[in-house]
């Protein structure tokens, strides 16, 4: 099945600069790569995702890249804010029915 | 446009005890996943239902059940309760069973003793 390494764990940057959290994953029939912000006590948050027929996808200060030929994908965050601190998860979903597979998380803190 | 709500927010249980979460999914969405968030680790897939219908569990044991209302709205049992089942419980929907764009809710926060 399905296995998604996810790095760094934690991510410390100064507000304004930029933010890059990397995903490899296992499975190459996989095409489907959403991204979520979880903050305190609430649930994750889908903040833009990618499906395998496009390299890249931007939204505001947000894009995520797609190498599938390496089986890894990026969340590229610029010009931080503190409002962006919290934990994001990558995750990859195969076709048909499969479930997404989530990485284990990566503590993101913007310092102000 | 509603989203998906989970109940109850927060709930003890003593270890043997059964458990029952609710879930009602985002308007228009058919597809209802259940995923358990253990402290400090990513969401992990326990079942799916389309349309009333379990279509992918993922690796847990069957104490762990669920049911899909025709309202769409969701439930998830467990039996027994072991104190490694203490986790976060995820609902999240989607539409027409594509497995995209899932919205997650807020989970319910179990904890067994």
């Known amino acids: 099945g399905e296995n998604v390494e996810q790095h760094p764990s934690t991510l410390s940057v100064q507000e304004g600069d930029s933010a890059v959290i990397k995903c490899t994953y296992s499975?190459?029939?996989?095409?489907?790569f959403p991204w979520y912000k979880q903050e305190l006590g609430k649930g994750p948050q889908l903040i833009i995702d990618?499906?395998?027929?496009?390299g890249e996808k931007k939204d505001q200060r947000i894009a995520v890249t797609l190498n599938k030929t390496a089986k890894h994908f990026s969340l590229h965050i610029t010009e931080t804010q503190p409002e962006d601190s919290a934990v994001y998860f990558c995750?990859?979903?195969?076709?048909?029915?499969?479930?997404?597979?989530f990485g284990k998380g990566t503590r993101l803190s913007v310092i102000a | 446009e509603t989203g998906v709500t989970q109940s109850p927010t927060h709930l003890i249980k003593t270890r043997g005890q059964q458990v029952t979460l609710r879930c009602s999914s985002q308007?228009?969405?058919?597809?209802v996943s259940w995923y358990q968030q253990a402290l400090g680790q990513g969401p992990q897939f326990i079942f799916q239902?389309?349309?009333?219908?379990?279509?992918g569990r993922g690796n847990f044991p069957p104490r762990f059940s669920g049911l899909q209302f025709p309202n769409y709205s969701s439930e998830l049992n467990v039996n027994a309760l072991e104190l490694d089942d203490s986790a976060l419980y995820l609902c999240?929907?989607?539409?027409?069973?594509?497995?995209?764009?899932?919205?997650f809710g807020s989970g319910t926060r179990l904890t067994v003793v």
């Open positions: 239902y389309y349309r009333e219908e379990e279509n």
């Open positions: 999240a929907s989607t539409e027409g069973g594509q497995n995209y764009g899932y919205t």
């Open positions: 308007s228009g969405h058919n597809t």
């Open positions: 499975d190459s029939a996989s095409n489907y």
């Open positions: 990618i499906r395998s027929n496009v």
């Open positions: 995750a990859a979903r195969s076709s048909g029915n499969t479930p997404l597979v």
